[in-house]
């Protein structure tokens, strides 16, 4: 069964390895650590882990052995019209389709092996599991890191109750690091928000543009200001780290805005929604959480990030 999973693996370009089920535990208990020494901030953990704390989590993902599978992504390019011209937005890795790509892993995985596993999906700490396999090495910037494939990687987590060779304890926290980033300091200088520091490897979330893109609110100024335009997220240290040299692919999408309906999505006074089907359609064509639109028009962060990415570039 474990060159079955790797010939899966391999036959799709994708990245594997496996654990016990401990190292589902230990990651769990890390961030919990982390929270309670005060290393993570308390107003970025409600936001995003709070969940972390739900025992039924913990519980529905206690495993016999832990897979982890990292599927390469490419960021996706949005055109919208808008002030005369055609401007260029990006989806980066990962948010295009995101809940599809579990679901069709689970699928084919349980397919290519004749169900002989019994997998399901577990809802975990993703990159922190990945890393206590030896699946990924976190980098300073909090991304991690899946050789070949570098940062550009959608991490799925699996259960089965089947007992695999190779099965066993994942690496302490020490060694879940990428050994790069003791010498180098591009992620740091390239983060437009401070959030990368020298003062500690873990990223000080709280201060990272992606999580004020992805929350309400206002965003920060450097958000408009991004070499790479993001609709969601940001890419800034992940395109200026040397291990990731070169393994960003961009794909475009087929929908194009047009001058009407990036109006209609930004709200301008005096503009209307049109026709509702064909908008609609567009925006759940971008498959992207973060991005939905209803009677009303899009969702809250949509317009803002939207508006801002706009309003600079005109």
């Known amino acids: 069964m474990e060159k079955a999973l790797r010939d899966w693996a391999s036959e799709r370009g994708y990245g ?7 190292a589902v535990r230990d990651a769990f208990a890390r961030l919990e650590r982390l929270k309670i020494e ?3 901030d308390s107003g970025f953990y409600g936001n995003f882990l709070s969940w972390l704390g739900d025992a039924g989590i913990l519980a529905k ?3 016999r052995t832990a897979i982890g599978v990292a599927v390469p992504r490419p960021a996706h390019v949005v055109a919208f019209e808008y002030a005369g011209r055609s401007h260029d937005l990006i989806i980066p890795p990962t948010y295009h389709r995101y809940t599809h790509v579990f679901e069709d892993v689970l699928a084919d995985l349980n397919a290519f092996t004749g169900n002989r596993l019994s997998l399901r999906l577990i809802k975990a700490p993703l990159k922190t599991l990945a890393a206590f396999i030896g699946l990924a090495r976190y ?8 050789r070949p494939f570098g940062s550009y990687v959608q991490l799925v987590a699996l259960a089965t109750e089947a007992v695999l060779d190779g099965t066993g304890s994942g690496p302490e926290p020490p060694l879940i690091e990428l050994q790069e980033c003791r010498t180098c300091r591009a992620c740091e200088r390239a983060c437009p928000s401070g959030a990368i520091g020298r003062d500690r490897f873990l990223l000080h979330g709280e201060r990272c543009l992606t999580g004020f ?3 309400d609110g206002e965003l920060p100024e450097a958000y408009a200001a991004l070499r ?5 997220g940001c890419l800034a240290c992940q395109e200026k780290c040397p291990v ?6 961009f794909e475009r999408l087929p929908r194009r805005f047009t001058t009407t309906e990036t109006a209609a999505l930004l709200g301008e006074p005096g503009t209307l929604l049109p026709p509702a089907a064909p908008l609609v359609e567009k925006v759940k064509a971008l498959d992207c959480i973060e991005m939905t639109i209803s009677e009303a ?3 809250p962060i949509f317009r803002r990030n939207l508006r801002a990415l706009l309003a600079k570039a005109a």
């Open 61 to 63: 993902a206690e495993t």
């Open 244 to 249: 990731n040299k070169r393994l960003l692919r």
């Open 213 to 215: 893109s992805e929350s």
């Open 297 to 299: 028009g899009p969702n």
């Open 16 to 22: 594997i390895a496996w654990s016990g089920g401990e």
């Open 38 to 40: 005060g290393a993570i």
């Open 139 to 146: 980098g300073k910037n909090n991304v991690v890191y899946v």
């Open 228 to 232: 790479t335009r993001c609709l969601i």
